[in-house]
């Protein structure tokens, strides 16, 4: 990719329906549920194969700041930027936006979660290469997946049908999550493509969307200028973040931008792909057995879990020391670490939230 | 109890289908699944209040001789005995009768296993006090549990309309574990009782029976006669049991006796009483909640586990140390040890045993 294209990758989510695998010290990106390595561990080696190390930066938590400079000590330090709190993702943005203008005046950015999973690699990193020519000129780019079944929890966009170049239209609209009939209608349409949250501009590009959309937003942070390489930098940073509305950047930048004829512009992508937003979606994902079984060790130092399955099919196990058996079960997902298990029917991933809830009600905080 | 009244209880089981928790070296006596309590401490605590320590003898296997003795203490030495390997109930009521026979040769024995569930103690203890009674003269007693379901597990006992005494019957035929349709037709029929495997007689009685019906078996035991309180007791015990071929009390002995006419007396027992066979047994014994979920703690340092049911009912959850959340399970056993987890359907719960051969077969000698 040319010399002035960055990759910012977003790690700050937590992930609790990752629940007792993710935990507030240990988010979905650094879990490893599809290989040997964390989600993020294989983000950054997806870009690495076109973006010199200089020019990846990684948004994170303060919190989970050393973790990530431990994982990527090669990283340039400045290149790792602890948020003092989520503020969501249109702060993220413009904070990655106000350093990279800083150092390069005409970067070009990729804007993507470290959480996500891509079956692809060569056809998403060739997505990319496209992308970053469409976006030449103050075009915001964003990839749309070709949605493969009807989605409800994801975001979806709309496409005009002209065609700007193979696969690349016009975004008529941004559509927050549907419910199950109306994304039914979206995967028949043909024109509806699964938002994937990845972004391709200028910096120049989005600052003026910062400028124009979400000009408080930017306004605050512009304090953060003098102090880009400063030792106060976490400091002031904190005194801005305190004051920030969170607002996503699709909410406070997409669809307002996509309102102005011609700005906006959607990249049908055809890699495989998944948000990772439940275990239900790691099951599907997985490698299973003829029995539709997926076994997985969580421990590098364990290879080959003794998972005993007697008439039990459809299941996802997870282990990270003991043997597991099953009896007689159908669908469920069984997650097993240290200090706490889940047993799920896979119907009912959405719920695992609602354990979370009852952990805080009931002051297992340790457990969180 | 009068002076001569001894209890023997059997403690030799293995108890596989109770993996988890229960191991080749923790068998299901030393589990603790309904109280604080294991199972062999509520059996000698409740023979206890009428019979003193001297006259409680336990025969159990070797392996777990230090163990038993551990728990009890204040037992006499000599009360405790461990058999070199398991011949099945006849050898270890043989064994039993000789020992007492050589003590007191006007004893009465109550024979019983360690490991089953009593739910009202002093009925049961006045059911004992019967029996004592119903064994004069010879008769070979046993106690026959009033059914309440059409159970495949259990083998049943037929009794004569005669009655003898109140609840006091001459015993028609011990019949095997039937199938469900057979089960049915005995609960219906009235005149079958459920096998409780206790049992009440005169020590010469029983000797008697030993010398008609299983005269090999006895003979052999001959050989141990002048060792009872030598040091090489252990020693010829060994070299007696490599000789013998396991049998079960039942059918050796109280079978063929029971076409004696008016050997065999049963009394019918209305105290609530289990085998505790299965998980779902024990599911069935237990208090449970208003959505049926019963919970148990396996460790005593641990009294309230946080176990977390979200749309979850029907379940027996046990765990020694991890926090357990179910989303979305119905009739599930779920037993999470340190080392291994078990989560079996209640439908399933016979099928324990295929995981105890899976692990074999695997060489997971460990988690046996």
Known sequence: MTNNTYAVIMAGGVGARFWPLSRMERPK???????????????????RKRIDPQRILIITNHLHEDRTRELFPWLPQDNIIGEPMGRNTAACVALAAL????RDPDARMIVLPADHFI?????????????????RSGHLVTLGIQPTSPETGYGYIQHEAEELAPGIHPVRT??????YDTALLFLKSGDFLWNSGIFIWEVEAIIDGFERWLPDLWEVLQELRPH??????????????QRLQPVSIDIGIMEPASRQKGKVRVIRASFPWNDVGTWAEVYRMRDKDELGNAVHSLSREFDKPPVIMIDSNQNLVMTEQRAVALVGIQKAIVIDTADALLVCHQDHHQDVRHVIQRLKEDGYHELL
Chains 1, 2 share one sequence.
């Not at 490893?32 to 870009?47: A, H, K, M, N, Y």
């Not at 941004?174 to 419910?179: I, L, M, Q, T, V």
């Open 29 to 47: 990106q650094f879990l490893s549920v599809f290989g040997e390595q964390s989600l993020i561990e294989d983000t950054v080696d997806r870009l």
């Open 99 to 102: 350093i990279l203008a800083d």
């Open 119 to 135: 079956g692809d690699e060569e056809e998403f990193l060739c997505t990319l290469e496209r992308a970053i020519s469409a976006c």
């Open 174 to 179: 941004f559509a927050e999550k549907p419910n």
């Open 228 to 241: 880009l390489t400063s030792p106060r930098f976490h400091e002031v940073l904190l005194a801005c973040y």
